[in-house]
Each structure stands twice: as C-alpha cells, then as structure tokens.
T-cell receptor, first 114, second 113 residues
Framework: DAGVIQSPRHEVTEMGQEVTLRCKPI?????LFWYRQTMMRGLELLIY????????DSGMPEDRFSAKMPNASFSTLKIQPSEPRDSAVYFC????????????FGDGTRLSIL | QKEVEQDPGPLSVPEGAIVSLNCTYS??????FMWYRQYSRKGPELLMY????GNKEDGRFTAQVDKSSKYISLFIRDSQPSDSATYLC?????????????FGTGTLLAVQP
C-alpha cells in the first residue's frame, strides 16, 4: 500500500521566494494534517483538514503560511515570502476520521531558507 | 509550560538493556496516549497507543499510563541496535470526528551493540 507521499523531499531556496510543499494522503483517509518539526520546538501541528475542509489552523505561524486541500487526494502548504526561520522539516499525515484513528506520516520535506 | 514534557536525552544503553522512556502532561482531558518512533530522516510511525489508564504490551514494548499522576511510560525490553531512534509521545482529547495530537519533543535513543 502506498503511504503518505510528500514532495519535494528537499528544498533549498533564498529568502523571499515562494515555497510550495505537496502532499498526497493515503487513499480513503479523510483527515489530513500538516506539521513542522524543529530541534527547538519539536513537532508542531500547523493545520488540519477533515473531508477537505480546514478545521483548525491555529498553529499556522502567520499570514505568510497558507494551506489548501482542493480534493481528497492532494494538499499544499505554501509559504510566501519565505524567511530563514521557516527552515524546518515539514510533515504531512493522514488518517481516517471518527473516534481514535492513528495518523500515518509521510517522510517529510526538509526545507532550508538561505 | 508546555502541555507535554519529554526528556530529550540522548539516552545511550547497551544492547539487551531495558529502556524506560517517559512523558508528563498537564491537560487532564487527554484520553488517548501514543508512542511514535522516528528513524533519522523518516516520518514518525505509530508504535503503540492506549486509551485512558493502564498497561498495554506488544512484544518487547510495554506502554503504561498513569492518569492520576499525568505520567506515561514506554518500556523496551531486550533492546536492540535497530531500536535506535527518536521516540515521541503524543496525546489527544477526543473531540468529535478528528483527533488533534499534541507531541512531546522526543527522546533520542541509541542502543550500542
């Protein structure tokens, strides 16, 4: 079975550029989560969707960050303009909804903003 | 104060040792408790989960939850070099259709052959 697929795996770009991270959740999963992981702050939830609708975006750090889920099989996280402090590993996870369901993570996008 | 506290380690043990990993939390509404394992440059993978208090065993792994003390543990028996990874605890309240997880910062474990 294909797991959560994220692209690109690595991204290096200069400050001020737009960055778009992509995620394909596991087929049939209807909840999708975007996380950011840093050494200092650990794994932080940025936003999550249920049935393609954003439910909680309270973790999005500021207006430079936006996320969309146009359909059940694709989501994007965009940073515009990017800043060096955005450098981190960004993970996407998906799960079934209802009761407790485990979240399945992709292997992340390692983002470096110079 | 963070909702979930976890000792970052690193923790280094010899092969065959018993490993104890722990987290404390402050939110008494947490009901689901999970342990994820994360290998270098990979995403976290679910190792174990428990609901409310009690113990759960799966092979060499045992998860314990003490809600009265707001304390959870993961024990690894007969540790192997392949257990070397970062272990993340995670917790959630059950609210409707989707569980929002709060993660600890992770403990880095190295099992020496």
């Amino acid at each position: 079975d294909a797991g959560v697929i994220q692209s690109p795996r690595h991204e290096v770009t200069e400050m001020g550029q737009e960055v778009t991270l992509r995620c394909k959740p596991i087929s049939g999963h209807n909840s999708l989560f975007w996380y950011r992981q840093t050494m200092m702050r650990g794994l932080e939830l940025l936003i999550y969707f249920n049935n393609n609708v954003p439910i909680d975006d309270s973790g999005m750090p500021e207006d430079r960050f936006s996320a969309k889920m146009p359909n059940a099989s694709f989501s994007t996280l965009k940073i515009q303009p990017s800043e060096p402090r955005d450098s981190a590993v960004y993970f996407c996870a998906s799960s079934l909804s209802g009761g407790y369901q485990p979240q399945h993570f992709g292997d992340g996008t390692r983002l470096s903003i110079l | 104060q963070k909702e979930v506290e976890q000792d970052p380690g690193p923790l280094s043990v010899p092969e065959g040792a018993i490993v104890s990993l722990n987290c404390t939390y402050s939110n008494s509404a947490f009901q689901y408790f999970m342990w994820y394992r994360q290998y270098s440059r990979k995403g976290p993978e679910l190792l174990m989960y428990t609901y409310s208090s009690g113990n759960k065993e799966d092979g060499r792994f045992t998860a314990q939850v003490d809600k009265s003390s707001k304390y959870i543990s993961l024990f690894i028996r007969d540790s192997q070099p392949s257990d070397s990874a970062t272990y993340l605890c995670a917790m959630s309240e059950y609210r409707g259709a989707t569980n929002k997880l709060i993660f600890g910062t992770g403990t880095l474990l190295a099992v020496q052959p």
